[in-house]
């Protein structure tokens, strides 16, 4: 069986993917054009959303909006979530196009109970139940899991809403040659000038067009892919925080705590020092994806499609 499982549509187009994740240390990404949906199914977590920091324990779950940057950490050893991402086209709700719905108030915690968390956690256990039937009804199944998920979100969770990357080749083409530009180039002091020679575009329409093709400004995406090497250096190597700061283009020490403060709710040091050996991953590990068919893990599956509303 191929990870992570996938739901598509009769012309192929993925409609959502879904898989369960062996927890370790942070993975900060984001997703241009589609809405992740975590249940905690074992263990404990921390959850870091945009600016919001949440701890969470099994049962809980929590949405998050395409382009929103977001990052998740096991706080014990054992530590599984499902995940479940959905394409924009399956919340059909956009007033134009660049804008999406937000589903971000859709968070289940102690603190945040929610009368219908419990058809939440059935529909996400039924899609994965489903997908890993493999048969001829599996995907039609699935996709009224799907359905219904979207129509409750939708209905007690809908937001206001908020920019996301826009579809299409051409765009999809120039967003690539700025995003590779900026993945080879992270470490040094760029600025929009800089973009704007190398892709030939004056900065009015290059800042306009990242924004509408990645979904945030072009500050905020390069602070991201630094983000991303910066965790990296601080989980694999012994570099001091300095030189943290400084290989992966933050000017100074300062900033770069205030700015790791912000995205991740606690400073470089403190989550240098919260890293437990035995949650680690390799280096070079990619996603560490656990078989649905697992006796264990099935009957977690099995307990969210029973269990009873709330």
Same mark, same amino acid.
């Given at each position: 069986?191929?990870?992570?499982?996938?739901?598509?549509?009769?012309?192929?187009?993925?409609?959502?993917?879904?898989?369960?994740? @062996?927890?370790?240390?942070?993975?900060?990404?984001?997703?241009?054009?589609?809405?992740?949906?975590?249940?905690?199914? %074992?263990?404990?977590?921390?959850?870091?959303?945009?600016?919001?920091?949440?701890?969470?324990?099994?049962?809980?779950?929590?949405?998050?909006?395409?382009? &929103?940057? #977001?990052?998740?950490?096991?706080?014990?050893?054992?530590?599984?979530?499902?995940?479940?991402?959905?394409?924009?086209?399956?919340?059909?709700?956009?007033?134009?196009?660049?804008?999406?719905?937000?589903?971000?108030?859709?968070?289940?915690?102690?603190?945040?109970?929610?009368? %219908?968390?419990?058809?939440?956690?059935?529909?996400?256990?039924?899609?994965?139940?489903?997908?890993?039937?493999?048969?001829?009804?599996?995907?039609?199944?699935? @996709?009224?899991?799907?359905?219904?998920?979207?129509?409750?979100? &939708?209905?007690?969770?809908?937001?206001?809403?908020?920019?996301?990357?826009?579809?299409? $080749?051409?765009?999809?083409?120039?967003?690539?040659?700025?995003?590779?530009?900026?993945?080879?180039?992270?470490? $040094?002091?760029?600025?929009?000038?800089?973009?704007?020679?190398?892709?030939?575009?004056?900065?009015?329409?290059?800042?306009?067009?990242?924004?509408?093709?990645?979904?945030?400004?072009?500050?905020?995406?390069?602070?991201?892919?630094?983000?991303? #090497?910066?965790?990296?250096?601080?989980?694999?190597?012994?570099?001091?925080?300095?030189?943290?700061?400084?290989?992966?283009?933050?000017?100074?020490?300062?900033?770069?705590?205030?700015?790791?403060?912000?995205?991740?709710?606690?400073?470089?040091?403190?989550?240098?020092?919260?890293?437990?050996?035995?949650?680690?991953? %390799?280096?070079?590990?990619?996603?560490?994806?656990?078989?649905?068919?697992? $006796?264990?893990?099935?009957?977690?599956?099995?307990?969210?499609?029973?269990?009873?509303?709330?």
């Amino acid at each position: 069986m191929t990870f992570p499982l996938q739901m598509t549509a009769p012309d192929g187009a993925v409609l959502a993917q879904a898989y369960i994740h @062996q927890m370790l240390n942070y993975r900060y990404h984001w997703h241009r054009q589609e809405y992740e949906l975590f249940l905690l199914l %074992q263990g404990k977590a921390v959850f870091n959303r945009g600016e919001e920091v949440w701890t969470l324990d099994p049962g809980d779950l929590l949405l998050t909006n395409p382009g &929103c940057a #977001h990052a998740s950490c096991a706080r014990q050893p054992g530590t599984r979530a499902l995940i479940l991402r959905f394409s924009t086209s399956a919340v059909p709700f956009a007033a134009k196009p660049g804008q999406c719905l937000s589903l971000a108030p859709c968070v289940v915690t102690a603190d945040h109970p929610h009368p %219908q968390a419990g058809a939440l956690r059935r529909c996400a256990a039924g899609i994965v139940t489903e997908l890993i039937q493999n048969d001829r009804f599996s995907s039609l199944s699935a @996709q009224s899991w799907l359905q219904l998920l979207t129509a409750l979100l &939708c209905r007690h969770f809908a937001g206001p809403m908020v920019p996301c990357a826009l579809e299409g $080749e051409g765009a999809d083409a120039g967003a690539r040659q700025i995003t590779e530009y900026l993945r080879l180039h992270y470490a $040094e002091k760029i600025t929009l000038n800089d973009l704007a020679a190398f892709t030939g575009y004056n900065r009015t329409y290059l800042s306009t067009f990242l924004k509408l093709h990645t979904g945030t400004s072009f500050h905020e995406y390069l602070t991201r892919i630094r983000f991303q #090497h910066a965790v990296h250096d601080l989980t694999y190597t012994s570099k001091t925080l300095t030189e943290v700061a400084l290989d992966n283009g933050f000017p100074e020490l300062k900033l770069f705590n205030s700015r790791f403060r912000a995205a991740f709710g606690q400073s470089p040091a403190a989550y240098r020092a919260h890293l437990a050996p035995e949650l680690l991953a %390799q280096p070079n590990l990619g996603r560490s994806y656990c078989d649905p068919h697992d $006796e264990e893990i099935a009957a977690l599956l099995q307990h969210w499609l029973a269990a009873p509303e709330g």
